[in-house]
């Protein structure tokens, strides 16, 4: 290729139609027009051509592809000087089971001029290898907006009718003719094409043509579909994931229901450990969900389907050995099942029913769940992964003991709750708890019961607060319970209720106490000018609580300025 049509690192030049004989764009425009298949003028190695008419959209894709032009090199590339030597037409199928022929053409007194003309599909087999190529193979990062907006197909005759055409009409043409009209073609070019014009108006179309027109229409109907597919695929694993494990889940069902066309759905997920699917999420299902939630692999049909790894396409539940599920109204007696694998490794199962419009389900819609699954499945994994990160976040907050939020989240939580209180001026209160005596119910009775003392105790404080409070186990026999927007007097009651809860509670050793029974001392700090820290906040409860202990323990005191 010489310099000046050499291809850039992000565009290969198509054409130079400079190159083309006066007048011959239109001749060449119209043929192509009238047969419905492209044709192409070219000098040297393609692309560029000089003129391109009507060229296939996907040949278009492969030719403006730096990563995928080298396909076609062997074959349209390589057109003009295969014509060239051979001195004829010569026929060949390319690599995308395009059939086209090129041959040497004199236009003029232009010489080594060629045509390569057809670039058609004329089988459906051979359209249909090349979608799964594009679908599945190693053509998925070809596919764009454009890539079949122009797909073509012909039969024999149509492709021997269009050489002979090309041939006549070079022969006869004459350089810088410009058409009478527009839209007319000179009397020169007409000429010859009326040799071959009465015999495609008393043409009848055979079986074999109509069948293949009929294809054709088939499988044009899918390429608008996969078309509009691909456009609603580009961002599904972006619309289906979130920061939050729940969200994920629905999400996925959601936008994989609307591209199903499903009015009811159910997505269940594999839990490895128990061995069982459980339901994340479900849409249209009117029954209790509680009904779904476990189901253990092989069990059912989506433990058969997941134990399996085959999905399970149904039209008719009527006419299959599948019971349909009592109590379900089921608008449709159509459904799939398909299980989410990675690397062999169970994700779970997808479940959609009651197609919009009655439809049952096909391989068509199989082919799009195969097309999702693999996004599914990583959405998945995503989802697991926050699952358990949560899982871990909540366990390095939480007092494996007794339940409750550990020292680190309450300081954080009280550091939240101080500058909420700040910039709108809420009140708020904070209690710090110290079991009385815990040493020596400790020593006496053993760190076992002095365990079940503390989980009692957590016990009480979680039974008597209200929902916006936080208790916490602040480090051994200590507790603290966080009030938020809660004054002095409202943090009084609520302490004193604590203390009668547990002072009336029955331990297995309480009577053993220096008071005959588990009693609890407390402490109250609330928020003001010179307690406006988290630090001070704790230090003026703590010191209020050793006040309390002070005067003989079992009773709740206050924070007050002129505590030393």
Known sequence: MTDKFQKSATKILQEHPEGAPDAWAEVQDQIAADEGLAVLLVDGPQPPAIIASLNNSICQAFQSSPEHVGLCNPYCGDAHRRAMAAGHISRYKCHAGLECFTMPVKIGRRRKLATIGGRAFITGADYRALMERFRSGELKTLVGPQTFSNVLFSDEQKLSRLAERLEKATRTFVPGAVPARAGEMQDIVTQAERVVAPKIESEKPSDVQIQLEAEVA???????????LDTSLQHFLERISSSEADKTYSSILANSSELLKAGRASLMVY????????VKAAIGISIDKAELERLRLGDGISGSVLESGRPLVVRDIGSSDITASRGRNYRSRSFISYPITIGGRKIGVINVTDKAGGGYYDDIDLSLLEIIGPQIAVALERAEWQERANEFQLMSITDPLTGLPNRRYLEERLGEELNRSKRYGYPMSFLMIDIDDFKSYNDLNGHLAGD?????????????????????????????????QTPLNEAEAIAERVRQRVSSTTYPHGKSQPLGMVTISMGIATFGRHIDTAERVIAAADRALYLAKSKGKNRVEIYEENLT
């Open 218 to 228: 088939r499988l044009r109907g899918e390429i608008e579909y996969r078309t509009r």
């Open 271 to 278: 839990d490895e450990v128990s061995n069982e699917l459980v």
């Open 452 to 484: 079940l003392a503390l989980q009692m105790t957590a016990h009480c404080l979680k039974a008597t607060l209200r929902a916006a409070d936080v208790a916490s186990r602040y480090g051994g026999e200590e507790f603290c319970i966080l009030l938020p």
